[in-house]
């Protein structure tokens, strides 16, 4: 589809990518990552030592060297999924690794190039069907943004620039989005979800959101929320004092642990750091981990998908639950990795790309190398624990 020039994301001056400026929703979020000073990584900070153990930086070597291993010469480990390719660079982005540069500067270089390449005139980023097109466009979005936020390349700039546009332009009169790349309107919080860490990327990386496209969306995630028992659009008042979650679609008989965690990335990364839901729905993702937590077996505990969000809505919250439940979930990815030498899988979890990607990814996020991870609300954990 053409390009809308009302809706681009606002920049200053050409070359338009390669600039930066402060956005409103940047201003909200207490600034860029770029103007908030380094990361404060776990090995520089003797308060965040816990965050991380040998057998867990283990893991992750581990990890990282098997995704090396099975990457194959055209980088998308031969998957269709944009999306896929995407979380497989992360991993690595996660970790401080560059396209280009160092250890395994190769890998993700090779495969960001997988994804940049396929970009549609449109700025559409999914090659696998109509039906994946907004899961897989806001994924590797998020992604891009992230890589851009950390190289400047030349090369994502305006690939990263059409995709956002993109975004922008398929936003429904609801403030959601389909996963056909269409402005028809929201169908679930999982699309949202890929949306909200798309547009926050953006910002992130030194793009300009449009004020009303946050303020939609905001509103709409909320819907999805819903109390025990009751009708969701009853009082706020009233829905305080009960239980209650997000849900895949607003009925609260569809309520996942993803769509709990997600529902709290959402107003995270909207900068809703006080809004009533997210301890809720902490307490939901905590309860859960815990019950994991003291199961044997060899998988990870959670799909794949569930894990990319709990993670990041523990981190992104920060304080006890971070404290309490990252250790719990942290030592069950290591205790479940591949590990029988001479095994093809050796290194891996479950010998998926996504699900070792995930887990190298959440290894990896003490290290706070990501844009979306060096600022934002872990104050709250510095504060509490500082001695």
């Known amino acids: ?29 207490g600034g860029l990552a770029a103007c908030c000073g380094p990361a404060v990584r776990a090995e520089d900070d003797p308060r965040f030592l816990w965050e991380v153990t040998p057998e867990a930086e283990q893991a992750l070597s581990r990890g990282l060297d098997y995704l090396a291993r099975s990457q194959g010469p055209n980088g998308n480990w031969n998957a269709q999924d944009l999306g896929l390719v995407s979380m497989g660079a992360l991993a690595y982005l996660s970790d401080g690794h ?18 940049v390449s396929k970009a549609k005139p449109s700025g559409l980023l999914n ?8 899961y897989n466009h806001g994924l590797s979005t998020f992604v891009l943004g992230q890589a851009y936020g950390m190289t400047n390349d030349e090369r994502v700039g305006p690939v990263l620039d059409r995709a956002l546009s993109l975004i922008i332009k398929c936003q429904g009169p609801d403030g959601g989005w389909d996963y056909a790349a269409h402005p028809v309107g929201g169908h679930d919080l999982s699309l949202a979800v890929m949306q909200a860490k798309a547009l926050r990327s953006a910002v992130d990386s030194g793009f300009d959101v449009p004020p009303a496209v946050i303020d939609l969306a905001i509103k709409h995630v909320r819907r999805y929320y819903a109390p025990a028992e009751g009708d969701r659009n009853m009082p706020e008042d009233a829905q305080k004092k009960m239980p209650g979650q997000f849900t895949y679609d607003g009925n ?15 107003l995270q990364e909207f900068a809703q ?46 304080g006890e639950p971070w404290r309490r439940s990252y250790p719990l979930l942290r030592d069950r990815i290591v205790r479940t990795q591949v590990m029988a030498q001479g095994n093809a899988q050796f290194g891996s979890w479950q010998g998926d790309l996504y ?30 624990f500082e001695r």
């Open 1 to 29: 589809m053409p390009a809308d020039p009302a809706l681009r994301i606002m920049r200053m001056s050409a070359p338009l990518y390669a600039l930066k400026r402060l956005s409103w929703l940047a201003v909200c979020l």
């Open 98 to 115: 560059a396209p280009g540069r160092g250890m395994y500067g190769t890998v993700v270089e090779k495969a960001i190039d997988a994804v």
């Open 127 to 134: 090659i696998n069907g109509q039906g994946r097109d907004m």
């Open 252 to 266: 609260y008989g569809r309520k996942t642990l993803a769509m709990a965690a997600a529902g709290v990335v959402c």
């Open 273 to 318: 750091y006080d809004d009533w839901r997210i301890p809720k729905n902490i307490e939901v993702i905590e309860a859960a981990i815990q019950e994991m937590a003291g199961k044997q077996g060899a998988d990870p505990g959670m799909d794949a998908y569930t894990m990319y969000y709990v993670a990041q809505a523990l981190y992104q919250v920060g």
């Open 355 to 384: 699900m070792t990607s995930v887990c190298c990814f959440v290894l990896a996020i003490p290290n706070r190398y990501l844009p979306i991870l060096q600022e934002g609300k872990i104050d709250s954990l510095r504060d509490q």
